[in-house]
Every structure is written in structure tokens, then in C-alpha cells.
């Protein structure tokens, strides 16, 4: 009989980690800055222009060589070069998994399934810029001959979040004189708002789907197309004018009304929380330009390179993957925080969430076999400092330990008085105070009431990362997102998890479909439902009357 293979819980690696965490558990991080002067210096690293101090985590220099032997006996380097070689790592959906290739350079070669695929992403990246160049000069125009003014993407999940992240991130890069919304929820809200003032004449709508049968998206394209031809006489013939697709689905897309030829395809290796960077990015590119499109790619290009090439102890997203491992399965964390000092940013820490938590939220191994450990935590966030005034309370005096990764930018983009320093200085000041704290004597010597000493400790001892950039732009950008792709590709690599299905959001599709026609029944249903649901049902039906 086959041998069972290791679970992570019986490799060396991680007892020795389980057992070295036993000894430095109760050792804080005053001690560790106090005893080694080098230690900044140590823990830091810089590479394509992404500055990362890790210091401030709970680790010394044995951790950090058991994290890599861990990194190590998972065989880590190996399940990159499968990656970046076409393997089909994606088992249960026995896909190739490439993100890489849609921002690789024309020249390279990147097989999937026996075919070099970047001729064609290059292919539908120049069908891109033909489309955008027409669009952003007013060539392009709508049924009535008006040029376009407002862009709608239509899409949900990684057919939403990168595009409407990516908008908002580079904001400084874009063309103002044209209106840019995001359409995502089924509730018809989301619709409503994003359409109420606009002029269907001037509006082109980007139905972004790989599938093109997603719920959620497909409602939405028929509301768009009915409130477009609405406002255009109920000619059909706009339709071809007013709304393009981005697919792997060209029947579906023929079978909507859109004309094939403005439809911008990806592929089956891309999965869609991985997407940004493909077809989908279409209103990227149409926010920022074709040329700020490039650059963006050629960000993530620079971090895929580092990723895939720089060994194991110096490689940013390999170590960023590894100390969350160490925060979560170690210490026990069960949450991030994402913290980006950069207002931009704003809807970052939402695309994270569906990054780390859709990849690496998974309950089995690779084979099938339930874990022997946790896996992904969940991740949270809001810029600072805004959060600072609300939740951070918990960060610094809660119970629950929350290790937090701080972005922040040496240059502001829109440079105003002392803002950037005073917001710089918040970011540094949070890092010192989670770390280092302050003692009941330190509360004392300031001459604190008594009774209030306690209410005013500061334990530390709370681990943060801090990644410093010189300034937002689009190459920046692209290198945060594929250095977060490549933390939880490493992190997904130790759980030994499959970090590119999704399985988890299928149960709840297909109950919803099965509860839709119960609610809209004008005769009353026979429920079969457990009780609860049954009695929503029937009180939501009355309600609604
Ligand atoms: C991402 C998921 C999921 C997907 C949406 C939209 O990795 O697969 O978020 O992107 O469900 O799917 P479609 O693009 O097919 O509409």
C-alpha cells in the first residue's frame, strides 16, 4: 500500500516552529529591538522599487530560518516554476493557472496546454488600445452620434473588484472629462444609482464576464440594455453601439446582442480573482490610458520576475507569505489587517479580501484530505488614518492578536502643505506604538491617577509590516497586487490547498436559484425548505404584498 504523504503538522519544519514558538512566546519585541541594533536592517528588504520592513513581527533569526526550511520541505520553489510553467495546478478544475502570462513580454514564451500563449494576450492587449484610442478621441461614437462621455462596468467578483480597486487606485491617472461607473450588485440600487444621470447617448456599457451566465451580471446587462434602448427609441440596432464584452463565452456574447468583434477575450488559465491585468481591466485602460496600462503590467511583471527568480530569504512575496504563516498558524492570529496610508487605496483592502480569502479559504488539502491546521485568516481593512479614530482601539488593547500590514508612499500625489507628513508620520507612529507599547511604569511616571493605570497600558508586542513605496502610479500598483498574488500562492503552496477554485460560492448559487421562483410564484409554494426558511419565505411574500 501507498504510503500516506506527510501532513504539514508532521513535517520538521513545523514542529521545530511549533516548539521555537513555545520558547519565544513570552519574548517582546522591546527586547528583541533592545538586543540587536541591526535588527531594522536585518528584517528589511527592497526590491523593484517596494521597500518592506518586517522587523516589527515577532520573530528572530530562527524563525526565519525555520520558516524558509519550512518553504523548503514544502517544496516551494518547485510549485512556482509549475506555475509559471503551465502545469495544470489548478486539480480540480484541471486548469493552468497564468496570470503571469498576461503581463509577460511579447517576446516570452509561456506554454498552457502545448501552446505559447502571449501571442495571444498581446493580441487582445493591441485590440485593446485600438478599441481605447477610438473611444478616448470621441471616434467612437454611439447610435445617435454623439461621442462616448460615460463608461459602465457591469460584472461581479473578479469581474468587479479589480476594475473598480484599479479605477479608484489610479484616479490621479485619469481622464477626468469621462464619468466612470461600477455596476455589481443584483440589488437594482446599484444599477439605479450608477445610471440616473447619465445620458444613454453617450453611454458605453463593458459587460465583463468570463462566463457570461453569472446571475448578478447577466440581470444587469438586460436592465442595461432595456434602460439603453429606453432612451434610444427601441432601436436594437444601438445595442452594438452602446455596449461591449469581455468573455471566454462568444456564443453567449453573440447570443446578448453584442457584436463579436467588440468583444475582448481572456481564457480559462485566468481565474477571475486574478484577472485585473487581462480584457477585464478594459475600463482601466480606458481610465488611465493605454500607455499607464503598460506600465501597470510591467509592474507586475517586474514582482513576477523577482518572485520566480530571487532566492527563497530574500524574495518579498515568498517572506510576506511566510511571516503570515507564522502570525496566523503560530501565534494564533485569525485576522489582517490591511492599513494603506494612501486614500486611493481606499477600495484595496476589499480586493484583497477576495484575493486571499476566495484563494486560500479552504478546508481541504490539495488530495482531498481535510487539513490538519488553519488556513487562510480573514482579512479586513480601511485607509488610514481614518481607522485609526475607530476600530484601531482593538489593534492596540483588545484581546485578539491582529497583525497588520501598513502601505504607505514617500510622495504624495497631490502634494497640500503638511498632509503627507502628518499622514506619514500616523503611519510610523501606529508601527511603533503597536510594537513597542507602553509599560504601567512609563503610565505612572506621567503622573496618571492610579485607578486609571491599567486603562491606559499598552501592552505591544503586536507584529506589523510596513511596505514603503516612492509614489503611487500605475507600475507601483502593479507590483502591490502581484506581490499579494504571490503572498497567497506561498502561503497556499505551505497549506498544500488548491488557492484557484472557488467551490465554496457554489452551494448558495444554486439555493438561490431554486428560492427565486418561490418568492415570485403568484400561487403560493410548497415549501420544502427547513422550517426557518420556509417561514421567511412565506412572511417575506406577505410583506412584500
Ligand atoms: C473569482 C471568482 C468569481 C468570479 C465572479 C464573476 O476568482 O471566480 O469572483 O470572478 O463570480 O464571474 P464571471 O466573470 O464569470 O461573471
Known sequence: MKAQPKSLTQKAAWKLLASHQKQVQKVHLRKLFSDDPNRARKFSLKTAGLFLDYSKNRITDKTMDLLLQLARECDLKRKIEDMFNGEKINVTENRSVLHVALRAPEKAKIWADGKNVVPDVHAVLKKMEQFAAMVLSGQWKGYSGKSIRNIVNVGIGGSDLGPVMAYEALRHY???????????????????????????????????????????????????????????????????????????????????????????GFWDWVGGRYSMDSAIGLSTMLAIGPDHFRAMLDGFHQMDVHFRTAPLDRNLPVLMGLLSIWNNNFLGAETVAILPYEQYLKRFPAYLQQLTMESNGKHVTLDGRTVSHDTCPVFWGEPGTNGQHSFYQLIHQGTRLIPCDFIAFAKALAPMGRHHDILMANVLAQAEALAFGKTADEVKAEGTAPELVPHRVFEGNRPSNILLADQLTPSVLGKLVALYEHSVFTQGAIWNVDSFDQWGVELGKVLAQRIIPELENSQEPRLKHDSSTNQLIRIYRKMKK
Do not use: C, Y
Not at 220 to 237: C, D, I, P, S, V
Open 174 to 264: 485619469s481622464r477626468r472629462d469621462l464619468v466612470f461607473r461600477f455596476v455589481s450588485n443584483v440589488d437594482g440600487i446599484d444599477f439605479h444609482e450608477a445610471t440616473q444621470d447619465l445620458d444613454p447617448a453617450e453611454t458605453l456599457f463593458i459587460i465583463s464576464s468570463k462566463t457570461f451566465t453569472t446571475l448578478e451580471t447577466m440581470t444587469n446587462a438586460q436592465t442595461a440594455r432595456e434602460w439603453l434602448l429606453a432612451g434610444m427609441g427601441n432601436k436594437m440596432e444601438a445595442v452594438a453601439r452602446h455596449f461591449v464584452a469581455v468573455s471566454t463565452n462568444a456564443e453567449k456574447v453573440a447570443a446578448f446582442g453584442i457584436d463579436t468583434k467588440n468583444m475582448f
